[in-house]
Nanobody, 121 residues
Framework: QVQLVESGGGLVQPGGSLRLSCAAS????????MGWYRQAPGKQRELVAA???????KLADSVKGRFTISRDNAKNTVYLQMNNLKPEDTAVYYC???????????????WGQGTLLTVSS
């Protein structure tokens, strides 16, 4: 079983910065993709950023130029650096990891519990 533990989140003023972290643990053979999704009240969950195979990244158009995703492969940890935050960034942010587990060599698609980011003055 794979677990994702998120940290960060909180209340930030518009224009401020914050960093989210997510550490994956468990019997992991390989981590193919790690990323962040968010869900605002009344809206569907959407992809914010993802890093694939440790190097290739994808970012939602709404966060390009403001958010950066990075990964520490040795720690199985992904980071989301968020700058110039806007009220519309307010949402619950979920960490996601896709890979292969040692047990049975099965693929997994794991989610964190979510962390709330509120951008408000």
């Amino acid at each position: 079983q794979v677990q994702l533990v998120e940290s960060g989140g909180g209340l930030v003023q518009p224009g401020g910065s914050l960093r989210l972290s997510c550490a994956a643990s468990g019997r992991i053979l390989s981590l193919n993709e790690m990323g962040w999704y968010r869900q605002a009240p009344g809206k569907q969950r959407e992809l914010v950023a993802a890093i694939i195979s440790g190097s290739s990244t994808k970012l939602a158009d709404s966060v390009k130029g403001r958010f950066t995703i990075s990964r520490d492969n040795a720690k199985n940890t992904v980071y989301l650096q968020m700058n110039n935050l806007k009220p519309e960034d307010t949402a619950v942010y979920y960490c996601n990891a896709k890979g292969v587990a040692v047990t049975g060599l099965r693929g997994f698609d794991a989610w964190g519990q979510g962390t709330l980011l509120t951008v408000s003055s």
